[in-house]
């Protein structure tokens, strides 16, 4: 296995144990799409929270890194193949390089980073758009995560060493570290075609 490239899989894990999906969004004509949007962000985020609860609490924080590489990959590939969305997660500080935003989701996270230092909770921050690329039209969807405190045993300033190893060892360009809770993890980001 490639632990470069499934590394970043594990991207956020740490800020799925309590992600809140809502909030306030202007009305538009895609409000049935925004809605599914919603609801799959609340049950994605979930199956991963349970997996990674499950891990923290049977293994430790070390093996719960472990876990969450390895089966985050296959919770994100379900979700993607049962709704016919593209899931992800990114970061404008991501574990794996692979996880990088593309311009669009940049600019989104640097508006939330904005909102954010305007006043708004990341806990309700949330964006869509409908964008044409090569021809096509998506409906465009991210939801932001928030950092909490237990996001910090492996995103925080201060990692104790076997974190700080583990996390080297499956991440070798690892840019998700240094955050305090409040801060902006990062976001979900679902895509899907429209039809014309």
Not at 9 to 17: I, N, P
Not at 23 to 41: N, Q, S, T, Y
Not at 133 to 161: N, Q, S, W
Not at 168 to 177: E, G, T
Request: hydrophobic content about 35%.
């Amino acid at each position: 296995m490639n632990l470069q490239l499934s590394a970043g899989r594990v991207l956020l894990c740490f800020s799925l144990l309590s992600v809140p999906v809502g909030g306030v969004f202007a009305g538009d004509a895609h409000d049935a799409d925004i809605a599914e949007a919603r609801a799959l962000v609340k049950d994605y985020a979930t199956r991963l929270k349970g997996e990674l609860k499950h891990a923290l609490k049977e293994e430790g924080v070390v093996q719960a890194i472990e876990t969450c590489h390895l089966k985050a990959p296959d919770i994100t590939t379900e979700a993607s193949d049962k709704s016919g969305w593209n899931v992800r997660r990114t970061s404008l500080k991501v574990r794996n390089l692979e996880d990088a935003p593309d311009k669009w989701e940049a600019k989104v996270l640097d508006e939330f980073e904005k909102r954010k230092e305007a006043g708004e909770s990341p806990k309700t921050l949330e964006y869509s758009e409908v964008v044409e690329k090569e021809g096509k039209r998506y409906f465009r969807y991210m939801k932001a995560i928030p950092t909490r405190e237990v996001c910090l045993k492996c995103h925080g300033r201060k990692l104790d060493p076997k974190v700080a190893k583990q996390l080297d060892s499956l991440y070798p360009f690892d840019q998700a570290r240094g955050f305090k809770v409040g801060d902006l993890r990062g976001a979900f980001s679902l895509s899907k075609p429209l039809q014309k």
